[in-house]
């Protein structure tokens, strides 16, 4: 059938479905939604559940992002089903960044199998950026414990990327720590963090206010820089087969690299 439209406020309307994006996150997480919904082009609407099992006051480890990713699973997909997505999004970076690529493939693919919805992981979404803007050498800064870090590092090394350079925070944060940080520490750590021989910044965690910073240090870097919520709305939008046209995503979703 034809698709009809109507007039609205001067604005043509068309009676198409929207498309939907459905969304696994910590239920700490208060900044990977808005971050998304910022990204998304008229006509994609985000659906949420959140993921718990985990105390928020405790210094997230890689331990607890291993217990985390595998609690629940089988109830969030069924939840974003009901909710006939189009796609599924997990939105936690360090939640397979800390068990490697194969790991993160894996449960992606399980994910799909479990959903029938096509899927995507940040910490995939992440490489894929990076890909995506020809880089080769990164610096890496995050809000994560030294060996989460570290762990991080590898999986991008795994990947074929070098991080030639890693800055992490002087004091070990918990979720909600993590959760408070503001744009203008993102905007200081990729400052911080950069290097000659890095081609790209990228600044790891969902749960972290990067996006926002993300135009002023690209402009003050002139280099891309990455963060977690943006890779993964590229990765979606890509997957959906969307344009990324967005000031606030930076270099890579204006294509400008």
Known sequence: M???SFELAGQSIINARRLRIGM????????????????????VTLHVTRSGGYDVNAIPDSNQMRLFVRQSLDQQLALLVDAR??????????????????????FCQEIEDKS??????????????????GAERIAF??????????????????????????????RKLSSLEQNALTPQDAYKMGLAVDHPNAQAVFISCTDYRALEALPALEQALGK????????????????????????????????RF
Request: hydrophobic residues 40%; contains cysteine; glycine residues 6%.
């Open 116 to 133: 029938g919805c096509k899927a995507v992981t940040t910490a995939g979404a992440v490489v894929e950026a990076i890909q995506a803007l």
């Open 2 to 4: 034809r698709a009809q």
């Open 85 to 106: 997505v189009d796609l599924i999004a997990y939105a936690c970076t360090s939640a397979t960044l800390s068990d490697g690529p194969q790991f993160d493939a894996e």
């Open 141 to 170: 800064t995050s809000p994560y414990v030294t060996k989460l870090a570290e762990e991080s590092v590898n999986y991008v090394n795994q990947c074929g990327i070098e991080v030639v350079n890693r800055l992490d925070f002087d």
């Open 24 to 43: 696994i996150v910590p239920s700490s997480n208060t900044n990977a939604e808005p971050d998304c919904q910022m990204l998304a082009p008229p006509g």
């Open 224 to 255: 891309p820089v990455i963060c977690s919520n943006q890779a993964l709305m590229y990765a979606c939008l890509k997957r959906l087969s969307l344009d990324c046209d967005n000031p606030l995503g930076g270099r890579l979703f204006s294509g």
